[in-house]
């Protein structure tokens, strides 16, 4: 018979003999860096992720909101802030640790309605927390040896970051601006923006290399009296009728030469290329200046806006390869006003928005610009950029003002009105003609930004978009005075990575 004792003995010493063997192998040297401990590694209070329970009735997709783990600064945040309004009261959690530990304890106070208190934590817990007031999760290490507390905070938008933001503390005087100022209109030209006025007896030109920056003030060389709305710059030079339709260039509007072409509008410009309308009696066709070497005049298209439609705006097109050209609204040759959206690829012109979906009024001399909105990505609480064209002010076929604005997110096709968060606020006037440019500023933490951000590498200053209308008309033809200033509420939120 064998004697197990004796084998469980034998096994026993041999088996302490090769552990000792291995640690001893493994053992570092004096010039090594020693080991950290279990102890003493942050792992041990270290959270690894945070999330709120599904709960429809508080919001849709509540279970997808992201939460930063800050554990230097003891922060757990979501840095896209819930919508307007979210009730935060009574929330359920889920945790996920690096590595097991001796208890996690929530420290409820100032609440708006659970009352002071300490909730410990477990995977299976059902308890709704309150937080409205401060929130304290405190972790202890499996061993006891290591504390951390992390304050939670579930922030909530205080505005809707979905909505169009006008303010009138934002409104600033035209450049240039005088009482005798009858006529304004603004460009960009490469990288400055150039705006020319009338005073009925002479130009002055303003150059600026940004919308909110200082604007030098110069008395131009205009020896002809201009149509200052139909000023257009190319990367090279300014175009510009007067008021007879003869077309004058100028390389940067101080001094400038007659053409020796005359239009019955100008459109706009593509490339170098100014583009107009030539009229023959009742005949009315395509021209550019200069001419390109197999460039001939084309009949404009029926229902063609030969004058009185929006700023011609170049763009890229996801649909296209080369940039597309986009002018909305105007009068035909009939002299109806009409509601379409024209698109030009550097050769030919044609009709883009489905008229029969389209809500687009018919509209003179609106104004068009290039901008953005945010679609909600399926399933989960985040948001996408998505470009968007805007429509403001112009005049409707009743004569009355335009107070709406339109969007197009499908590059001209389609068009919606927007809603109460994306409207014309009611302290700005109703105008035709005016011009907005968009510019980026740069936005820093302290500043536009709301609250603390989601981060992989710090993130403390970004390039936010405004919009800036210029000048325009009332309803008597007077020159609005104001440059407002808007952006998209979203925008000025630091970035979420």
Not at 393 to 414: C, F, Q, R
Not at 425 to 437: H, K, W
Request: include cysteine; hydrophobic fraction near 35%; charged fraction near 15%.
């Amino acid at each position: 018979m064998t004697n197990k004792t004796l084998l469980y003995g034998v096994f026993a010493v041999m088996t302490a003999l090769m552990s000792l063997s291995t640690l001893n192998s493994c053992k570092k040297s004096d010039k090594d860096e020693p080991i950290e401990t279990y102890s003493t590694s942050i792992q041990t209070t270290l959270v690894k992720a945070f999330g709120l329970q599904a709960d429809n009735d508080v919001l849709t997709s509540l279970d997808s909101v992201y939460f930063t783990v800050d554990y230097d600064n003891g922060l757990i945040y979501n840095a896209d802030s819930l919508p307007v309004g979210t009730d935060i009261s009574a929330l359920k959690v889920r945790i996920d640790f690096y590595n097991t530990v001796n208890s996690a304890v929530f420290n409820i106070s100032g609440a708006t309605v659970q009352s002071d208190t300490a909730i410990n934590y477990t995977s299976s817990m059902s308890t709704a927390l309150d937080f409205t007031g401060k929130t304290v999760l405190t972790v202890t290490s499996y061993d006891k040896t290591r504390v951390k507390d992390y304050q939670i905070m579930v922030l909530v938008h205080k505005e809707n970051p979905d909505s169009l933001k006008w303010s009138q503390s934002w409104r600033r005087d035209l450049p240039g601006l005088s009482a005798q100022t009858k006529a304004f209109k603004v460009v960009r030209q490469g990288d400055l923006y150039r705006a020319m006025s009338f005073d009925g007896n002479g130009c002055n030109l303003m150059t600026a290399a940004a919308p909110d920056a200082s604007w030098t003030n110069q008395q131009a060389n205009v020896p002809f009296e201009p149509q200052i709305a139909s000023l257009t710059a190319t990367p090279h030079n300014l175009f510009m009728l007067d008021n007879t339709g003869e077309l004058w260039i100028s390389p940067d509007g101080m001094a400038w030469t007659d053409c020796g072409v005359k239009w019955h509008s100008l459109l706009g410009s593509y490339e170098d290329r100014a583009l107009g309308i030539i009229a023959d009696g009742t005949a009315y066709s395509h021209d550019e200046y200069p001419r390109s070497d197999s460039f001939e005049p084309t009949a404009v298209e029926d229902g063609f806006p030969i004058a009185h439609s929006s700023d011609m705006i170049v763009t890229d097109n996801k649909w296209a390869v080369t940039q597309q050209a986009i002018i909305v609204g105007g009068m035909d040759a009939k002299g109806h006003l009409v509601s379409d959206v024209w698109g030009y690829d550097g050769s030919n012109w044609g009709k883009i928005n489905n008229i029969h979906s389209s809500v687009l009024p018919a509209l003179a001399d609106a104004t068009l610009f290039p901008y953005y909105t945010f679609k909600s990505l399926s399933g989960v609480r985040r948001y996408a950029r998505q470009s968007t064209w805007y429509v403001m002010g112009g005049k409707l076929a009743d004569g009355t003002l335009n107070s709406k604005i339109y969007m197009s997110n499908t590059e001209g096709i389609t068009w919606t009105v927007g809603d109460s968060t994306i409207c014309q606020p009611s302290f700005m006037p109703c105008f035709y003609g005016a011009q907005a440019m968009v510019a980026n500023e740069t936005l820093t933490l302290g500043g536009a930004a709301n609250g603390p951000r989601r981060v992989q590498a710090l993130v403390t200053s970004w390039d936010c978009p405004f919009i800036y209308l210029f000048g325009g008309y009332n309803d008597r033809g007077e020159l609005l005075p104001s440059v407002w200033r808007g952006v998209y509420n979203r925008l000025t939120n630091a970035p979420v990575y």
